[in-house]
């Protein structure tokens, strides 16, 4: 098993930054692919970004790519996301996974966190 906590959510202006960051514990880190996925209210939860263990080679989604950074620190088994340029539309729960694949579909994610709020509004 692997806990995953996520903090750092709250409320931002448009154009403000945040920093998220999501805590692992349990089974090792090493060898997991971790990403941040996102739900706004009514919505389907989507996929944001991507870190994979061994590279450190990343992915996003086109509507974060350029605004958002992921990385991970194994040592300390944490990853987080840097927000920049935030924008209304980012605004949901956002979710960190671990998963044994390097993939963008979310129910092939093993471990979820509990989420934490991002409300970006003026």
């Known amino acids: 098993q692997v806990q995953l906590v996520e903090s750092g959510g709250g409320l931002v202006q448009p154009g403000g930054s945040l920093r998220l960051s999501c805590a692992a514990s349990g089974r090792t880190f090493n060898g997991y692919f971790m990403a941040w996925f996102r739900q706004a209210p009514g919505m389907e939860r989507e996929f944001v970004a991507r870190?994979?263990?061994?590279?450190?080679?990343?992915h996003y989604d086109d509507s974060v790519k350029g605004r958002f950074a992921i990385s991970r620190d194994d040592a300390k088994s944490t990853v987080d996301l840097q927000m920049n340029n935030l924008k209304p539309e980012d605004t949901a729960v956002y979710y960190c996974a671990a998963a044994k694949w390097s993939t963008t579909i979310d129910h092939l994610y093993d471990y979820w966190g509990q989420g934490t709020q991002v409300t970006v509004s003026s």
């Open positions: 870190v994979s263990w061994n590279s450190g080679n990343t």
